[in-house]
């Protein structure tokens, strides 16, 4: 952390030294012809641009077209005036100027004196006649004034056209762990770009997730760029969000402001009040201020208030919230062990009654001998004898770590509280160093404190075990901006984001007096003594986990870019460049206490008395957490033309490139598994117990691993990145937009861009754990209390090496690739009302999935035996000598067409209104980096509608500003005046939800998932205990029983349709001022969310081999009330 802020120091210091030029990614665009009464175009009129709150002015001059230009222009209202000699002076007032917007301010003069002067208001809406980008604007209104669910940002960006997500209601109120599931136009949720003040907040290395998360009252407009953007912004293929920080000017302004939220506010969640237990706690405090002017002293410096202006703002965050209250299957009381005594096992209503392991292990034999069991018949009266039941699976049973039911006979349902606590300091600086060089810079702070249960990040399902984060972050952006010429701006910034991730266990973790079970590595288990992870298949479904805690992580990015702006004729010019380096040094991510499977194929037929017979499916573990050190580079470089053919054509050209390539180890600790590298001469690597040789060990830094076919990074000419550099990313940007009639009251826009996306370094982690730098053996059908030994034959290996799973990256790993494309009419349908029909279609190629390429063979003869656990699946693999091998690779595509409605009206009767409508289908294999195909032989058996695919999505957010009574009397004025109504509505169908079938039909060795086959249509009873129809659906029959497509069901992916959305969020607020004017006022709000609490179920149990099959899971929250109070001055 140090380093990380002494680099930031040097950073800040050299750029303040360095060129006098800055990047102002704001990007707003002020253009316009200048004509006369005739309609003929005025060369050479002086155009000046005021900015109101600051007194800044900026000039131009129009050109032989008439035409002038103002780039790079920050948020804000300005004043636009024209003079000319032999004309009267023409002022343009109220224009705002928005995020990322490019307005169209055209002058008519008039002939007379310039002593004169002509004033017109500005609209207050346009049509975008000069951009084919699609986006969307959420202004300083918007952002201050709606009833935010948590005052959590992210929930601004799913307001717009084609945006579909799965956030939940409550979003929480800091940034790591806010859901960020918002997919625009089909992309990928995790392809999406923050920026605030232009400065990127993304965590490259953390699947989308952003570092910091800005408060509400110090964001100034919110904006999203949802298709076709021009080629400046890039290194993402999804939606970019544009925010933008608060600034002081020329008067003091400021705020204090509390909201408070409570559980005894609210109604109960469905769920807690089907199991009869309270209302999840629900404590929610925010609070905090902010302070904006000029900084000046008087007589001394900045009199005039133009030159320096500050803003402060400070936010707490305190939460404590009970976890999502969700159904979850565990075990029957009557069937927790006692130490020493016999259990009597009731079988569970969708179980199977399970049979005495058949075994060659003389030890075991002898106990069934003196049990009087028969190996391969049922327990007599289902009862397991107590010298059969593993000392340390009963321990661990009666530790805390699977939870008694407390709903029915084998569920449960809780809810947990978990605090969370935010402090954020944010400031912001501009500069004016003289009217042609101005300095910006803004720094932020988040110090967060949170616990989970279950634990982050982690398999486990239940909260007996749960996680303490420690995560500050850290942005700072400082940008010059030098005026060269009326017509041409040299722009340069510097950005720095980062942060630190430690997570540790709470809870129940630590192994239990009397704990005597071993492992591959007893040595690697050091923080905690930490009990395995415990997975049971069917039919129950559940983990227990502690995870890989403690962890440690810490992220810098480090961001320089330059930009020109050149205003030459018809032509308005932009190119620049950037380069990004981004280091993410992280501990490994799997468990070195280890993880132990359990299966219902297997053994006794219950994955739940495998367990406590010791019997286990597979066990693998990590030999040591170690640290690694990841780095990024990126260099992007693009150019732009606004090609304004005629004065209503204009043309977008523009192109890209980003260099793209792959994140490397710092100290080339890094290998790689490259299957066209394995020798099939070197022989038969196993032993008949599943071990490798020790002839074909090689022996590395000491220690022995089987290495064939693994290359190591930077050795031998191997790429330090483990694949081979792709640089064919060449972007084209085009669009138009015609203006209908030249009057700025119809346009037609359409565009085609490409764009390529980094995957955000998650590909390397699991990678990172190949041996020779590390090693995690995978040993099948061994004992849970000492896994090196046969749970089959009761032979141990000894020191002998298992095989090892890998991940490895697919050496051709081309970058993914997407193309948007759209075609769309806006029109002005009335003063300050814009109606956008459209069509956006989204294609992507080359995007990123998982596939075990070391699975058995289609045509083994030993699939039957391995699926029931009678034979050791690591002796007929592809490539003997390891387990599982999951392949990163970038092999998949999508697909996105969607219809588009939408309206917008602007304080029109003191109405504020947005309408959004999209009739969409999205299509994919996968729907996420890093998520595995089911398929291993064909990855099209999962192309189907995606994870995000919602059909149709209704979105309206309005803010109403009631009655004044401006002419009742005092009381009146008083009591009835000064009251505003907001909310947000929205409606949406259902996303597709998954059928699985966990049952090995397959005999492939793991690393597949299979559905089950659709018998019948499947139709939407809707009720708790049935969404939809189970018994369209039946078991996949096993290739060996007769059945077809090797034994994979004939459901499609996400063949069931999920609950739809149908909720009101809606806030009153009463202000009350102290003076006349923009003086002091007080304002009261009152929000709710979930308005009139209505039930909306959202997950389902989609497991086929699990007793709940269909039933619904859990829901949204019910109504929650916020009561809080701003003091603004």
Known sequence: MHRSRFA???????????????????NAIITGTVTDSTGAVVPNVEISLTNTATGQVR??????????????????????????????????TDIVVNVAQTLKEDVTLTVGSESQTVTVEADVLQVQAQTNE???????????????????????????????????????VNALTSGNGISFNGTRSGHNIYLLDGGELNDRGCGGCFGTLPSLDAINEFQTLNSNYGPDYGIGSGGTILMVVRSGSHDFHGGLWYFNRNE???????????????????????FGGN???????????????????????EEWRRLIQGSQPSIKNTIAASNFPVAGQPLTYTVPSNGTIPVVPITSDPARQALYTADGLIAGQPFPGNKIPANLLDPNAVLMMNAGTFPEPNLGTSQYISSIAQPTNVREDLVRIDHAINSKLQLMGHYVHDNVHQTYFPPLWGDSSYPTVGTAMYNPSWAAVIKLTQTISPNLLNETAFNYNGNLIHLDPVGVSAQPSGWSATSFFPAANNFGSRMP??????????????????WRNSFNDYQVRDDVSWNHGKHQLKFGFSYMRAVKNQQLQANTQGTAQFTPTSFSGDSYINFLLGDTANFTQLNYLAGKHWVN??????????????????LNLGIRFDGLPHAYERFNQFANFVAANYNTGLGFPLNPDGTVMASQLTTFNGSPFYLNGISLAGVNGFPRGNVQNRYNTWQPRVGFAYDIGGNGKTVVRGGFGMFFERVQGNDVYNAAQNPPFAFQPSANNVYFSNPSTSAITGQSAGNAIFPSTLTNLDFHYTPPGTAQFSLGVQRQVAQSVIAVVQYVGTTGWHQNNDRNINTLPLNSPQRQAVAG????????????????????????????????????????????????????HALDAVSGDLNGVSNPFNIHYDYASGNLDRRHIFNVNYIYALPSFAHGNTLERTLLGGWSLSGVVVAQSGSPVNPTFSTDVLGLGGGTTNRPNVVSNITYPKTRTAWFTKASFAAPVAPWLGGGNQGFGNSQRNAIVGPGTFNFNTALFKSIPFTAGEGPRLELRFESFNTFNHTQFSGLDTSFTDGNFGQVTNSADARRLQLGGKFYF
């Open 8 to 26: 930031l120091i040097v950073m800040l210091s050299v750029a303040l030294l360095l060129i006098p030029s800055a990047w102002a990614q704001e």
């Open 59 to 92: 000039k131009a001059t129009t050109n032989t077209s008439g035409e002038y230009v103002f780039p790079s222009l920050g948020v804000g209202n300005y004043t636009l005036s024209a003079v000319a000699s032999g004309f009267h002076k023409f002022i343009v």
């Open 134 to 172: 699609i986006s969307n604007l959420i202004s300083g209104a918007q952002v201050t004034q709606l009833g935010i669910n948590g005052r959590n940002i992210t929930q601004l960006a799913v307001l717009g056209m084609g945006v579909s997500n799965n956030l939940p209601g409550f979003n929480g």
């Open 264 to 286: 005894v506010y609210d109604a109960n969640n469905y769920f807690t009040n089907f199991a009869g237990q309270a209302r999840p706690k629900f404590r929610l405090n925010l």
């Open 291 to 313: 302070i904006g002017g000029p900084l000046f002293i008087p007589h001394i410096y900045n009199n005039e208030r133009k030159r320096t202006f500050f803003f402060v703002n």
């Open 533 to 550: 992870e415990i997975q049971l298949g069917a039919p129950y479904g559940t983990t227990w986990s502690s995870s890989y805690f403690p």
């Open 633 to 650: 580079n990126t260099y992007s470089g693009y150019a732009n033309d606004n090609y304004r053919i005629v004065p209503n054509l204009t």
């Open 869 to 920: 656990g009678k034979a050791n699946a690591n002796l007929y693999r592809q490539f003997p000598g390891f387990g599982s091998i999951t392949q990163e690779e970038n092999a998949t595509n999508f697909n996105y067409n969607g219809f588009q409605a939408g309206l917008r009206m602007e304080n029109r009767h003191g109405l504020t209104l947005q309408l959004a409508y999209t009739w969409s």
